[in-house]
């Protein structure tokens, strides 16, 4: 039985997807308590978001708007759902997990 179709199909299927050159990651937290998904702050190209990254998935699910400017810290407080964000420049910010997009 021949499956070089299978192999085949397989590699224009790799061609096709996007390539992602990789970016040095400047901060990450764990994002959930099953520590499945990890939230991540990146330098160079890709500045200017977070990254909500899920260990099953090639690419980062969601991409949050954040200042472009490099991040010192990043961690979700012990109790509650909020992440504070320290950037470069001494400006912090603190975010709630259910609307990520929206600061204090």
């Keep these: 039985m021949d499956l070089t179709y299978l192999l085949k199909n397989r590699n224009e299927e790799r061609k096709e997807a996007e390539e992602w050159e990789p970016a040095p990651i ?5 994002y959930d308590s099953a520590c499945s998904k990890v939230l991540i702050s990146v330098e160079g190209k890709y ?3 977070l990254y909500l990254v899920d260990w099953n ?9 954040i200042p ?4 010192t810290f990043m961690k979700f407080d ?17 975010r709630n997990k259910l609307d990520l ?4």
């Excluded at 400047?26 to 764990?30: D, I, Q, R, V």
């Design 68 to 71: 472009k400017i490099n991040t």
């Design 47 to 49: 500045l200017g978001y």
């Design 78 to 94: 012990k109790f509650s759902d909020w992440l504070v964000i320290g950037f470069v420049n001494g400006m912090h910010q603190l």
């Design 101 to 104: 997009r929206v600061w204090l």
């Design 26 to 30: 400047m901060n990450a937290t764990y």
């Design 57 to 65: 998935q090639p690419k980062p699910v969601e991409a949050i708007p």
